[in-house]
């Protein structure tokens, strides 16, 4: 299996990023400004070039993720397919073959499941995909806006804003957990898989809010919203000043609050946060089912950048 050098990119590996980067079919839930780095970080690679095609795949190995399910979890990155048509079977036998090789060393691996985010455009990623057993999990929708200078946002007396400290953390991980690990109020792609066992999947809510302070990796601030002196809400932000970028890894409402009009009120404030610090834009991830979050960026003119179908394929049941 070729391994890629990190000291000398092969050309097809560099041209091949730039023509995904380019297309249709590119897709990236991380921080793009170190997207070479988090490319060249797979274990291992498979090509193939035809004369006017390119396809390459990528394996990440998901240390936490493993740690944390007691499995050994992968991701598929990149996930490169050529603008070709879904009825050119020949191209896609390529494709079958190409995948199949893959899934073969991922196994060799022992590897025990795998990710991959695919461009809803991607039609011909999406039909391999599947016809190597993979099942869609979810669909989320990114969602930019440009930061101007806001409005001063009307709190109204029952609702107090602040940065939050460690002392919250615990009221924090309550709310995560609830709204995140319960599909009652979010489905998403850990607590509707029949396959992951949902005592971890609320764990790991848990501690995403736990790993959101102190450096720990998962937000650089996090902020929060206090309705008649109880913690109702919170929004993470990941800051980037290189590029004054700032990213919404995790955000909710407490049910108990939902209705009330906090979480715009949380949004605004967020912004004006940031503007202040100069920050140009934001960017959140959301699933495609949660229109309240959508509308909500959309009254304050957050335009959709992108959108990705999240597919994994256990290979065996634990």
């Known amino acids: 299996m070729p391994h890629q050098s990190k000291k000398t990119p092969d050309p097809f590996f560099v041209e091949a990023l730039k023509q995904w980067r380019l297309s249709r079919h590119f897709v990236c839930t991380e921080n793009e400004s170190d997207f070479n780095s988090l490319v060249s970080s797979s274990i291992f690679l498979v090509k193939q070039e035809t004369k006017h095609h390119k396809w390459l795949l990528g394996l990440r190995h998901l240390d936490w993720d493993s740690r944390h399910f007691g499995i050994k979890m992968g991701k598929i990155f990149p996930f490169i397919t050529p603008e070709i048509s879904s009825h050119q079977s020949e191209a896609l036998n390529i494709g079958h073959v190409l995948l199949e090789k893959f899934v073969n060393e991922a196994i060799v691996q022992e590897y025990k499941y795998l990710s991959v985010l695919i461009h809803p455009d991607d039609t011909v990623g999406q039909h391999l995909i599947s016809k ?3 099942e869609l999990m979810d669909t989320t929708v990114l969602y930019g806006l440009e930061i101007t200078k806001q409005s001063k946002f009307n709190c109204n007396k029952e609702i107090e804003l602040h ?4 002392d919250d953390i615990a009221e924090l991980q309550s709310i995560s957990e609830t709204c995140f690990g319960d599909r ?9 898989d029949i396959f992951l066992n949902q005592n971890k999947v609320k764990e790991l809510y848990r501690l995403w809010i736990f790993n959101s302070f102190a450096n720990r990796g998962m937000a650089d601030i996090v902020l929060i919203a206090l309705y008649n002196g109880v913690l109702a809400g919170f929004i993470t932000l990941k800051l980037n000043p290189n590029n004054m970028n700032a990213e919404i890894p995790l955000n909710a409402i407490s049910p108990r609050f939902s209705g009330r009009g906090i979480y715009q009120t949380l949004v605004e404030f967020t912004l004006d946060y940031l503007e202040t610090r100069g920050y140009r834009s934001v960017d959140i991830w959301t699933h495609l089912s949660n229109f309240a979050v959508q509308r909500t960026w959309e009254k304050l003119g957050a335009k959709p950048k992108s959108s990705a179908h999240q597919f994994r394929r256990f290979f065996e049941e634990p």
């Open 163 to 166: 940065i939050a400290t460690e």
């Open 132 to 134: 190597a057993h993979f």
């Open 184 to 192: 009652t109020y979010n489905v998403n792609r850990f607590n509707s």
